[in-house]
C-alpha cells in the first residue's frame, strides 16, 4: 500500500513541479527529496502517537513508491508532453523585422 500511495503522490509532485516551473528541466529529483521527506518526517511524528511505532521498512517503501512515481510519470510526460509556454489564451504577437 505503501508504494503504491507514495508513487501516486510523487506523479502528482512531479506534474506539479513540471507545469508550475516550465523552465525546470529536473522537476523528478525535486518529486523524490519530497515525498521521502515527506514519508520519512511522517515516521517520525508516529514515534510521538501513543499506540503507533515508526518503522524504517515503512521509509524504504515510501522511497521505493517514490522513485516508482517518478518513472511512471516520466513515461506519462513523453507519452503527452507539457506545453513549453503558459497557455493563458493570448496570442503571442510576433516580432516584425
Same mark, same amino acid.
Given at each position: 500500500?505503501?508504494?503504491?500511495?507514495? *508513487?501516486?503522490?510523487?506523479?502528482?509532485?512531479?506534474?506539479?513541479?513540471?507545469?508550475?516551473?516550465?523552465?525546470?528541466?529536473? =522537476?523528478?529529483?525535486?518529486?523524490?527529496?519530497?515525498?521521502?521527506?515527506? *514519508?520519512?518526517?511522517?515516521?517520525?511524528?508516529?514515534?510521538?502517537?501513543?499506540?503507533?511505532?515508526?518503522?524504517?521498512?515503512?521509509?524504504?517503501?515510501?522511497?521505493?513508491?517514490?522513485?516508482?512515481?517518478?518513472?511512471?510519470? *516520466?513515461?506519462?510526460?513523453?507519452?503527452?508532453?507539457?506545453?513549453?509556454? =503558459?497557455?493563458?489564451?493570448?496570442?503571442?504577437?510576433?516580432?516584425?523585422?
Amino acid at each position: 500500500m505503501h508504494v503504491v500511495l507514495y *508513487g501516486l503522490l510523487s506523479v502528482l509532485w512531479v506534474w506539479t513541479l513540471a507545469v508550475d516551473q516550465l523552465n525546470r528541466t529536473r =522537476p523528478w529529483a525535486s518529486a523524490v527529496i519530497i515525498v521521502i521527506a515527506f *514519508g520519512a518526517g511522517l515516521e517520525v511524528c508516529q514515534l510521538f502517537v501513543p499506540g503507533r511505532f515508526a518503522s524504517i521498512l515503512d521509509v524504504l517503501s515510501n522511497s521505493i513508491g517514490a522513485l516508482v512515481g517518478v518513472f511512471v510519470a *516520466g513515461r506519462l510526460i513523453q507519452a503527452a508532453p507539457f506545453p513549453t509556454e =503558459p497557455s493563458n489564451g493570448v496570442a503571442r504577437e510576433q516580432k516584425e523585422t
